[in-house]
Nanobody, 128 residues
Framework: QVQLVESGGGLVQAGGSLRLSCAAS????????SGWFRQAPGKEREFVAA????????YYADSVKDRFTISRDNAKNTLYLQMNSLKPEDTAVYFC?????????????????????WGQGTQVTVSS
């Protein structure tokens, strides 16, 4: 079992930037696909971005494409989400997840959310 701790959330004005981090410990983080999800108040959790085990393939929700960048540093067991040009609609709790079984996100895209290991979340609030 991998343990995940997110950090880097906070309050930012629209147009600003934040960088989220997700520190992993325990089970080997570097072998598995990972990703970010978010949940706004009163809404379903939604996919934000995912990355394969070695960082060579990335995937984004249309709503964040060209504004957010997912990356990972396997030597540091850390997943990142660089968020630029933030909008009020990006306000949510952001969660990181690590797949339990697959190294490539697109081989089983539903697995990350359904069976992955999750962090506790970090709040991102974007003011207008």
């Amino acid at each position: 079992q991998v343990q995940l701790v997110e950090s880097g959330g906070g309050l930012v004005q629209a147009g600003g930037s934040l960088r989220l981090s997700c520190a992993a410990s325990g089970r080997t983080f570097s072998r598995y696909a990972s990703g970010w999800f978010r949940q706004a108040p009163g809404k379903e959790r939604e996919f934000v971005a995912a990355i394969n085990w070695k960082g060579s393939s990335t995937y984004y929700a249309d709503s964040v494409k060209d504004r957010f960048t997912i990356s990972r540093d396997n030597a540091k067991n850390t997943l990142y989400l660089q968020m630029n040009s933030l909008k009020p609609e990006d306000t949510a709790v952001y969660f990181c997840a690590v797949d339990r079984y697959y190294s490539e996100y697109n081989s089983h895209p539903g697995a990350l959310e359904k069976t992955g290991s999750w962090g506790q979340g970090t709040q991102v609030t974007v003011s207008s």
